[in-house]
């Protein structure tokens, strides 16, 4: 292998989504641009997204899908690039992809497609990329950032970080983003692993065990915030994409609720069903609306059985509660293991949204999953990469 260049325009540290995206965009306004990957293999998180097939982007991604403590930052960085300027790039590959559910976008082979993409349009660019290559030190001066690295010393102009966070360590997670953050003066907010399974103490455990496997469609809401996807329960506790969606909003010690039935108001449909079938099994109900399983495992938990005409209302509101209202207290999350991202990351404060460059420190930009902006289930992070990217690859 070649030793590199010891000089560059630009030096982007991490090859994953966000830094692919800068390098070959900044590559083909003619800079000289190194990416440095300490990991032996470029873009892992690519590798493994959507079952292996890179559910790429979304068809509805917009700022209203994304958290940071400020909401407003990647309003301006949408606006630069986005769900179809990316569509645009992966059709020009000539990839096929298909339209999952909920403007899911996967590709129809594999998320090996996308990688080649990045990496032909940075052979195309003159884009230097370093594999299995560590950084031990970096310093400013007045010319730019100086990098140690196994490979040597390194000069650059710009330096990005594209580093990503702290979910899924078995790829090689760090928190070499936040270090260096903090070390040019970047403030960092509180960071947490998000769209991750929640996980429950051992009694609420035991009911799940039973109904390992089962999925519905349901509603669940902390707060104000709510989704509506499927749930999943699991040995482990619950989790599928609901779960995963709201373990974004999710605060330690709160409940969150769950709406088994979200269109049934319950009370009236069971009212109804005494009404007009009074003869009929409640499980025989029940299970009209729910797999049989589920409402089994309801009416055993409740001690409730026997014909609807033997049901006080009393009873039937309470049942009805349980389904449309079931109130569940987690007791924390699977953490970064399972964790698809980290929410929280460089506090944006301290970024400019035109440029992705730190406002008090020249020539330093930071892209991707290790800034302060974490979006929802469904494509959503891998636009962000893709537009916190491209607006970097344009700055620097």
């Known amino acids: 292998m070649q ?14 989504a966000a830094g692919l995206m800068c390098a070959h965009i900044a590559g083909k306004r003619g800079r000289r641009v190194l990416v440095i990957e300490h990991a032996k293999r470029p873009a892992e998180k690519i590798r493994i997204s959507g079952g292996g097939r890179c559910n790429f982007t979304n068809l509805h991604s917009n700022p209203s899908a994304f958290l940071s403590e400020n909401p407003h930052f990647c309003k301006s960085v949408f606006s630069r690039y986005t769900q179809h300027d990316f569509i645009e790039l992966v059709e020009s590959h000539g990839i096929d992809f298909h339209e999952k559910k909920l403007g899911q976008l996967f590709c129809n082979d594999s998320a090996k497609q996308i990688i080649q993409m990045f990496l032909d349009e940075c052979h195309n660019a003159a884009v230097d990329i370093r594999l299995n290559t560590s950084v031990s030190r970096i310093t400013h001066n007045e010319r730019g950032y100086n990098l140690d690295t196994s490979m040597g010393a390194i000069a650059a102009t710009s330096l990005v970080i594209a ?10 997670a760090t928190r070499f983003g936040y270090d260096i953050a903090k070390q040019f003066g970047l403030d960092v907010t509180d960071i947490r692993p998000a769209l991750v399974p929640l996980i429950f103490q051992a009694q609420f455990l035991e009911q799940c065990k039973s109904l390992a496997g089962l999925s519905v469609d349901a509603d669940i809401s902390f707060g104000k915030t709510c989704f509506r996807e499927g749930l999943l329960f699991t040995h482990r506790g ?5 779960i995963l969606q709201i373990s974004s909003y999710w605060e330690e010690g709160r409940d969150i609720t769950i709406n088994l039935l979200p269109d049934h108001a319950c009370m009236d449909a069971l009212k109804q069903r005494k009404q007009d079938t009074p003869k009929q099994d409640l499980m025989t109900c029940l299970s009209d609306w729910l797999p049989r399983r589920l409402a089994g495992a309801i ?21 009805s509660e349980r389904l449309n209202r079931w109130q569940v207290k987690p007791s924390g999350t699977e953490g970064y293991r399972t964790a698809e991202v980290t929410l929280g990351g460089v506090h944006l404060s301290g970024l400019s949204a035109k440029t992705m460059e730190a406002k008090d420190q020249p020539g330093l930009f930071f892209i991707g999953e290790v800034v302060d902006v974490t979006g929802h289930l469904g494509g959503y992070n891998f636009q962000w990469a893709w537009s916190s990217g491209f607006v970097a690859g344009e700055a620097v």
């Open 299 to 319: 009416l055993s938990e409740m001690g409730y059985s026997g014909r609807l005409a033997d049901q006080s209302d009393k009873n039937l509101l309470k049942l």
């Open 238 to 242: 619950l989790s599928g994409p609901s």
């Open 3 to 16: 030793k590199p260049k010891s000089n560059y325009d630009v030096v982007i540290i991490g090859a994953g």
């Open 163 to 172: 580093t990503g966070g702290l979910s899924i360590p078995k790829i090689g």
